[in-house]
């Protein structure tokens, strides 16, 4: 068990520097004094440069050795450098040393350190920390941790601060925290203290630790010696954010703004346009101004933070059409113009990008509206990255239209989007099934590292059956060089494995074309090293039952139980289903039921769909007894008959022409609280038809109605052959005129089929050639009863029938449902 992160109290930095080795021996001379400040100016960054030496040479020539790669020549110069005539110190190993701490290079630094050995060279603190540095860069932390502890012992050299800093960097870097702990009890063990950079460190430990009471107890005792200032607040907010804590981080960034707003910036600029705090690292006691700031902090009733966001909590303007706030509100509420040029609004910015992201994670979409109000408010220009996250936050609530809408601004304040900005919107535009503006999106995308986004588009043009597009989206993922992912080849297996149309069955030139696409995905697949999952093999079977290809459904099957077998997952009962389902479907009834007794001595769990499927299987072998055993077995399993259990039994029934049997069963199914549907009733309709049993026929259609289920085209099909097979064809006329009114609208009293009567009857009645293809156009929209009942009323007109709105002025309607009460009754 690790011990905390954290443990208190900390001792002050002030404390630590006093009870130092300089302070400790009372040998703090000039010589160590210029020795120390060299560490703390390498420890910055900066080399300092010593008198020329004869060995500056040597060590630029090994440097340059080590840059091109050619090792075996930088240690064959290391050791002519080791046996010169000359005497050695350790500043004629400093430019060494240092290219190995920037490389970094900890091999080459253990073999200079080795060589000094030898030559009894002994080691300072700017040597020691640059060893440092380029084991802890390298991800050697044993050999680091190694030379913290033992190198002081045997030396007489004691690492200072910098060094451990550096350690615990490299402990954060590499998520060790046995190393990290066994460094912070060294550290209290010598007394070295703590700095800012040293409480940056324990952020990064505390976030990847995912510890946010750790990173409550650092801000604790970092009030306890510092006073508060951009920098690390704007690293105290990082950490909120990266722990999901909203309420912390909008206060700390608040705080950020007031002090901002108060001048104390404390940030500079260096020469190559890097950010750092101007201020000294020194730790500052608590006061009472400190301690008042901490009790503003702690209050969220009388904070600071609330105080000078008042103005945006009781805003209530949508930030992307209130863009002109004026200047003098600009100057009132945050006083920030004085500062647009200065760093300080950069590390803002930074910060409120931070908040704004950890809102888009926890879907806090009105506060980043808040955010980017207040932004706006302070002359802070949201760049990129800031409308990214910002993006991210607001489509789960607000949807994809106001994000474009963002978007737009964006190119109004000609700012380019990321490319995830506009993955994240393509996502939500696929997700509504706004194809053309999805695809649109991702052609805009110039990189993109997952496939995600391509892969969403994919599921839309699957569910809008759309294939085609997907075609494109493929050839942009090419493009792109983006390696599909399993998900991808579940999703082609589902667009393109199937080769015909709905409503069409497959043929011998379909089956070939089938097997070929098949084999193209799986070769990809192949290249791409990526195995079949339980969805990619479902989709894939799925394809083949539904071009007829029983032969390869079972051989895939077999390969499928080999497959999952060797990976210790097995195929799922789903699998098998599809199988089943596709079996029944060809009337392969033997082999249905040979998988089915498989499927039960391997232990494969059953489900409801399972048994459904073989009731339905025992109406191709005529067997009522097989049926109710299965349903027998269905009820011990915990699984209830649900309307399609019953809608195969009662096929099987009708297989013996026992309608009255039908029947009953028929009320059972309400009875019981089964919601009925169209396919039952069309099941009783078939038959009846089939054997003339109009009474039947009329006896459904009026209970359909009462129930308010709605004919579908099959049910428009049946009666209507049924009537014209005994030869009643004005009541066929009528029966398909009325049937086609309910199937526009099943309640007349709703007023929505009044509604659009001018629109459906330009289309019933108009002389246009298009006419019909602008009706076929609703079914290709998914429209397909729309479609059919306009098409069936056309054909009505055209054959002389007059068109009738008012479904309660049928005779045949009023003829039906008396009969239907009646027999009721009887």
């Given at each position: 068990?690790?011990?905390?992160?954290?443990?208190?109290?900390?001792?002050?930095?002030?404390?630590?520097?006093?009870?130092?080795?300089?302070?400790?021996?009372?040998?703090?001379?000039?010589?160590?004094?210029?020795?120390?400040?060299?560490?703390?100016?390498?420890?910055?960054?900066?080399?300092?440069?010593?008198?020329?030496?004869?060995?500056?040479?040597?060590?630029?020539?090994?440097?340059?050795?080590?840059?091109?790669?050619?090792?075996?020549?930088?240690?064959?110069?290391?050791?002519?450098?080791?046996?010169?005539?000359?005497?050695?110190?350790?500043?004629?190993?400093?430019?060494?040393?240092?290219?190995?701490?920037?490389?970094?290079?900890?091999?080459?630094?253990?073999?200079?350190?080795?060589?000094?050995?030898?030559?009894?060279?002994?080691?300072?603190?700017?040597?020691?920390?640059?060893m440092m540095q380029a084991l802890c860069k390298g991800g050697y932390l044993e050999e680091a941790s190694n030379l913290i502890n033992f190198l002081g012992e045997s030396h007489g050299i004691y690492p200072i601060l910098p060094v451990y800093n550096c350690f615990l960097g490299a402990c954060a870097r590499m998520q060790s925290m046995i190393h990290a702990n066994l460094c912070l009890e060294l550290m209290d063990s010598k007394m070295v203290g703590k700095n800012e950079v040293t409480y940056t460190e324990l952020l990064k430990l505390a976030v990847w630790q995912q510890n946010l009471s750790a990173v409550h107890d650092i801000w604790k005792d970092y009030i306890k010696h510092y006073s508060l200032s951009i920098f690390p607040l704007r690293k105290f907010i990082w950490s909120f954010t990266r722990l999901r804590d909203l309420k912390s981080a909008y206060e700390a960034l608040q705080h950020m703004v007031a002090l901002a707003m108060t001048g104390r910036l404390y940030i500079n600029r260096t020469s190559e346009g890097k950010l750092y705090s101007s201020r000294l690292d020194i730790p500052i006691p608590l006061n009472g101004q400190l301690n008042s700031q901490k009790v503003e902090f702690e209050d969220s009733d009388h904070s600071l933070a609330l105080k000078t966001d008042t103005c945006i909590r009781n805003s209530e303007q949508d930030i992307i059409f209130n863009m002109g706030i004026s200047k003098a509100e600009c100057v009132k509420i945050g006083m920030m113009n004085a500062f647009k040029s200065l760093p300080v609004m950069k590390v803002l910015r930074w910060s409120f990008s931070d908040v704004i992201h950890a809102c888009a994670q926890t879907r806090d979409s009105g506060l980043a509206e808040q955010l980017m109000l207040q932004m706006q408010r302070l002359g802070l220009q949201p760049s990129s990255h800031t409308y990214d996250v910002f993006i991210r936050a607001i489509v789960s609530d607000r949807g994809f239209s106001?994000?474009?809408?963002?978007?737009?601004?964006?190119?109004?304040?000609?700012?380019?989007?990321?490319?995830?900005?506009?993955?994240?919107?393509?996502?939500?535009?696929?997700?509504?099934?706004?194809?053309?503006?999805?695809?649109?999106?991702?052609?805009?995308?110039?990189?993109?590292?997952?496939?995600?986004?391509?892969?969403?588009?994919?599921?839309?043009?699957?569910?809008?059956?759309?294939?085609?597009?997907a075609v494109k989206i493929l050839a942009k993922m090419k493009q792109l060089s983006l390696r599909p992912d399993i998900m991808t080849y579940e999703l082609l297996f589902s667009l393109f494995g199937n080769v015909n149309a709905p409503y069409e069955e497959g043929n011998m030139l379909s089956q070939v074309d089938c097997a070929k696409r098949i084999n193209a995905i799986e070769m990809d697949m192949t290249k791409n090293n990526v195995q079949h999952s339980h969805l990619s093999m479902k989709n894939l079977l799925k394809a083949l039952g539904a071009e007829g290809m029983t032969r390869e459904l079972i051989q895939y099957l077999d390969m499928a139980e080999n497959l999952f077998r060797h990976s210790n997952t097995f195929v799922e009962t789903p699998i098998y289903n599809t199988v089943l389902h596709s079996l029944v479907e060809a009337r392969e009834s033997h082999r249905a039921i040979e998988i089915f007794k498989n499927m039960k001595s391997f232990g494969v769990p059953l489900d409801a769909a399972t048994y459904n499927i073989m009731i339905n299987c025992c109406s191709i072998i005529r067997c009522f007894k097989s049926a109710r055993a299965l349903v027998s077995m269905m009820v011990r399993d915990g699984f209830y008959p649900q309307t399609m259990t019953y809608t195969a039994l009662i096929k099987i029934l009708l297989e013996y022409e026992d309608f009255d049997e039908a029947l009953n069963m028929l009320d059972q199914v309400s009875s019981e609280g089964n919601q009925l549907d169209v396919l039952l009733y069309n099941t009783i309709l078939q038959k009846a038809c089939e054997k003339g049993r109009i009474d039947v026929v009329e006896f459904i259609i009026e209970q359909m109605h009462r129930n308010k289920v709605q004919p579908d085209p099959s049910t428009c099909l049946y009666v209507f052959s049924g009537y014209v097979d005994r030869g009643f064809h004005s009541t066929a006329m009528e029966a398909l005129q009325v049937l086609s009114m309910?199937?526009?609208?099943?309640?007349?009293?709703?007023?929505?089929?009044?509604?659009?009567?001018?629109?459906?009857?330009?289309?019933?009645?108009?002389?246009?050639?298009e006419a019909e293809s602008q009706i076929l156009q609703f079914f290709k929209d998914s429209g397909?009863?729309?479609?059919?009942?306009?098409?069936?009323?056309?054909?009505?007109?055209?054959?002389?029938?007059?068109?009738?709105?008012?479904?309660?002025q049928s005779q045949w309607a009023k003829r039906l449902s008396t009969n239907y009460d009646t027999r009721r009754k009887s």
């Open positions: 068990m690790h011990r905390p992160l954290l443990r208190t109290p900390f001792r002050s930095i002030a404390d630590s520097l006093c009870k130092s080795k300089f302070h400790e021996h009372g040998r703090r001379n000039a010589a160590e004094k210029l020795e120390f400040s060299r560490t703390l100016t390498t420890s910055l960054g900066y080399e300092f440069l010593g008198e020329e030496s004869t060995t500056k040479l040597m060590q630029m020539q090994i440097i340059d050795a080590l840059r091109r790669g050619e090792r075996s020549r930088a240690s064959h110069l290391l050791l002519n450098l080791g046996h010169g005539n000359h005497s050695l110190g350790v500043t004629d190993f400093f430019h060494i040393l240092n290219y190995c701490a920037r490389s970094p290079d900890p091999l080459f630094v253990m073999e200079t350190w080795r060589m000094m050995e030898d030559k009894e060279i002994g080691l300072n603190n700017t040597s020691y920390l640059l106001y994000g474009m809408e963002v978007l737009n601004v964006m190119q109004q304040q000609n700012l380019k989007p990321y490319d995830s900005t506009l993955a994240t919107l393509s996502i939500k535009c696929s997700k509504a099934l706004e194809l053309d503006l999805a695809e649109a999106l991702l052609d805009q995308i110039s990189e993109c590292p997952y496939p995600q986004p391509f892969n969403i588009f994919l599921a839309a043009c699957d569910a809008m059956d759309q294939p085609e597009r309910r199937m526009l609208c099943e309640d007349e009293d709703s007023g929505l089929l009044q509604d659009r009567r001018s629109e459906f009857e330009d289309l019933i009645h108009s002389e246009d050639v397909e009863n729309l479609a059919a009942a306009l098409l069936h009323l056309r054909w009505c007109a055209i054959a002389g029938f007059p068109i009738s709105w008012s479904l309660d």
